[in-house]
């Protein structure tokens, strides 16, 4: 991941780049106010950009952009977490309905 930045905003999203399968996917749009050497104060966009080497399938950009900021799989750690949390503060962490989701999430931890 590297970032850009524009003085007008860019398009978000995926930008297939000719002559291949590779692309651009610019997220996470920020606006900075930064000051030029005369002193003029003037406002940038950034943005995260992430290279992907296929941008024919959203599936595959979807993953790659996942996969390189987060490479241990984390995402499904977090996820998993979160919703162990939530299901533990509405009190149904224990209900039989989420028995095999209580299951893999122990089995994870323990590991």
């Known amino acids: 991941m590297r970032q850009e930045r524009f003085n007008e905003p860019h398009?978000?999203?995926?930008?297939?780049?000719?002559?291949?399968n590779t692309g651009l996917v610019?997220?996470?749009?920020?606006t900075e106010v930064v000051?030029?050497?005369?002193g003029n104060e003037k406002?940038?966009?950034?943005?995260d950009v992430y290279e992907v080497t296929d941008a024919r399938d959203p599936h595959k950009v979807k993953n790659e952009v996942i996969e390189s900021e987060h490479p241990f799989g984390d995402e499904t750690k977090i996820?998993?977490?979160?919703?162990?949390?939530?299901?533990?503060e509405s009190g149904k962490y224990d209900s039989p309905e989420f028995a095999e989701f209580k299951q893999y999430?122990?089995?994870?931890?323990s590991v």
């Open 11 to 20: 398009k978000q999203g995926l930008e297939r780049l000719t002559g291949d």
């Open 26 to 30: 610019y997220c996470n749009e920020r």
């Open 35 to 38: 000051t030029d050497e005369e």
């Open 43 to 47: 406002t940038e966009y950034v943005y």
């Open 79 to 88: 996820l998993r977490k979160t919703l162990a949390k939530i299901l533990k």
């Open 105 to 109: 999430n122990e089995f994870a931890e």
